[in-house]
Every structure is written in structure tokens, then in C-alpha cells.
């Protein structure tokens, strides 16, 4: 049983929770903000996923979006998303996954992003590449910003960086880019940037449930992931570039101007 089978087991397990409520009626209740929202399904996917890991690997610091399991003394951190993308979830809009993690001091290691609905399935392995439903996938080819579709996502406290974002899309039409898309699911939107269906994407605030399975797939297919600064993303709550690495310094200079 390798790291990567068992997370693989673990989204698919979270996805079955997702498909049996989806499109029931379902208590929704709101957190920080009433943009962060979560449901039975959250809590029911959680709960699967964490049960999961913990059976095979109890020693094993544990992030989750709706809670923390940690062993401080564990080099093990694994982050998960139950459901990535819950207010589209809780309306029915098929645009959701959960989102998979590992890393082992520091460094993603596995990265499981899972569709149920569309039953797509978005694996990687540090230094083994990323797949789709078990085939290799690589970032997209091009070299300029102008044949670009980008993505982005808006922080669940609105009032903080609203503005920002708005500017750096508006900076962004500007140049020309073929679109811009707002999806509403972090994870998946790197997986898609893993799958070259899309070039580039940013967003100002993302937890290490949201990004830590996405970046190591963009990476591991030939991707290039940073902070809005250039830097390496550290296991804290961060800002997020990831590109096909052609135009990532294109995007960090209208991401990070200063």
C-alpha cells in the first residue's frame, strides 16, 4: 500500500459521499463569512478521508479544512479539501472535487485531485509525473500571455482583497488574454492547469488544503508554481501563481508589480 494508492481510495470514497447528496436538499450553514459555507457533505467527506489515512497511518499530521488531527512530531502532513468549490456543490453546479495532499518535511510528495462527477481522477508523485484517469498529462505549449486563458479565484472574505483581484484581472483583459474564468474550485483549477486546459492561474489567499495536491500536479507536469512574489510556497496560508511556465514571469509582473 503505497502513499499514493491510499489517497487515491480516500477521494474516491469522498467522492461517493459527494454524488449521494448532490442535488438533495441539504442544511447549509455559513463560517467566517457568508461566501464559506459548509455542508453534510463536507463534513461526511472529511470524516471518510481522515478515518481513512488515519487507519493506515495514525502517526501522521493531519490538515483539513473543517478540522486539524496533528502529531507535531510527525515530518507527515497531509492536507485535504473534502469538497473544493462548496457553494457551487450546494447549488448543484458540477464544478467541485476533493482535494488531496502529502507532504514529508516541507515538500509535496502526493497529490490526488478527484471529479466525481465527471469521473476524473488527477494523480502525481514527486519526480513521477502527473495523470489523468492513469495517463500522463503535461501543461500546455504556449508562450504568451495574448493566447492565454487564465484563472483566478476570489478570497471568502471579500472586503480584503476584492479590489486587488479585480485590478489584476482588469491589467490582465488589458493584454489581450484569450479569457479569464472564475470557477470556484482552486484544486481543480491547478489540475486543469496540470492538464494544459488552461495556462495560467492566480489567486491572492489560499489555505494548504487548496493548493498542496494542485501544486505538485502542476509541477510534476512540467508546470511552474510560486507565490505571487516568485518565491517557493511554504505550508502556510499563501498567494498562488501557477503557470505553464512560459508566461509565469509575464503573470508575476502584473501579479506582484512592486
Not at 442535488?23 to 467566517?32: G, I
Not at 459555507?37 to 502517526?59: F, G, N, S, W
Given at each position: 500500500m503505497t502513499f499514493l494508492s491510499v489517497a487515491v481510495e480516500a477521494a474516491k470514497l469522498a467522492g461517493k459521499i459527494q454524488l449521494k447528496y448532490l442535488?438533495?436538499?441539504?442544511?447549509?450553514?455559513?463560517?467566517?463569512t457568508p461566501f464559506d459555507?459548509?455542508?453534510?457533505?463536507?463534513?461526511?467527506?472529511?470524516?471518510?478521508?481522515?478515518?481513512?489515512?488515519?487507519?493506515?497511518?495514525?502517526?501522521h499530521n493531519i490538515i483539513g479544512e473543517e478540522g486539524k488531527y496533528?502529531?507535531?512530531?510527525?515530518?507527515?502532513?497531509?492536507?485535504?479539501?473534502?469538497?473544493d468549490g462548496t457553494n457551487n456543490y450546494s447549488k448543484g453546479y458540477p464544478f467541485f472535487c476533493v482535494s488531496i495532499g502529502l507532504a514529508f518535511k516541507g515538500k509535496p510528495i502526493v497529490g490526488?485531485?478527484?471529479?466525481?462527477?465527471?469521473?476524473?481522477?488527477?494523480?502525481a508523485q514527486r519526480g513521477k509525473g502527473a495523470r489523468l484517469n492513469s495517463?500522463?498529462?503535461?501543461?500546455?505549449?504556449?508562450?504568451?500571455?495574448?493566447?492565454?486563458?487564465?484563472?483566478t479565484g476570489f478570497y471568502y472574505d471579500r472586503s480584503r482583497?476584492?479590489?486587488?483581484?479585480l485590478a489584476q484581472t482588469r491589467k490582465f483583459l488589458k493584454k489581450g488574454i484569450l479569457g479569464i474564468r472564475r470557477t470556484g474550485s482552486a484544486a481543480l483549477d491547478l489540475a486543469y492547469i496540470a492538464a494544459g486546459r488552461a495556462d495560467?492561474?492566480?489567486?491572492?489567499?489560499?489555505?494548504?488544503?487548496?493548493?498542496?495536491?494542485?501544486s505538485l500536479l502542476v509541477e510534476e507536469a512540467?508546470?511552474?508554481?510560486?507565490?505571487?512574489?516568485?518565491?517557493?510556497?511554504?505550508?502556510?496560508?499563501?498567494?498562488?501563481?501557477?503557470?505553464?511556465?512560459?508566461?509565469?514571469?509575464?503573470?508575476?509582473?502584473i501579479v506582484n508589480p512592486t
Open positions: 442535488n438533495k436538499e441539504m442544511h447549509v450553514r455559513t463560517k467566517s459555507r459548509v455542508t453534510i457533505a463536507d463534513l461526511e467527506c472529511e470524516k471518510a478521508v481522515v478515518q481513512h489515512i488515519k487507519k493506515r497511518y495514525p502517526y496533528l502529531r507535531t512530531d510527525s515530518p507527515y502532513v497531509w492536507a485535504i479539501d473534502p469538497v490526488v485531485v478527484y471529479d466525481a462527477f465527471h469521473r476524473e481522477l488527477f494523480t495517463k500522463k498529462v503535461h501543461v500546455s505549449s504556449g508562450k504568451h500571455l495574448g493566447e492565454s486563458i487564465l484563472v482583497i476584492m479590489e486587488e483581484t495560467g492561474f492566480w489567486e491572492l489567499r489560499l489555505n494548504l488544503w487548496d493548493f498542496l495536491a494542485g512540467g508546470g511552474r508554481v510560486t507565490d505571487r512574489s516568485g518565491k517557493k510556497l511554504d505550508l502556510e496560508r499563501t498567494s498562488v501563481v501557477a503557470t505553464n511556465g512560459k508566461v509565469h514571469k509575464e503573470m508575476l509582473r
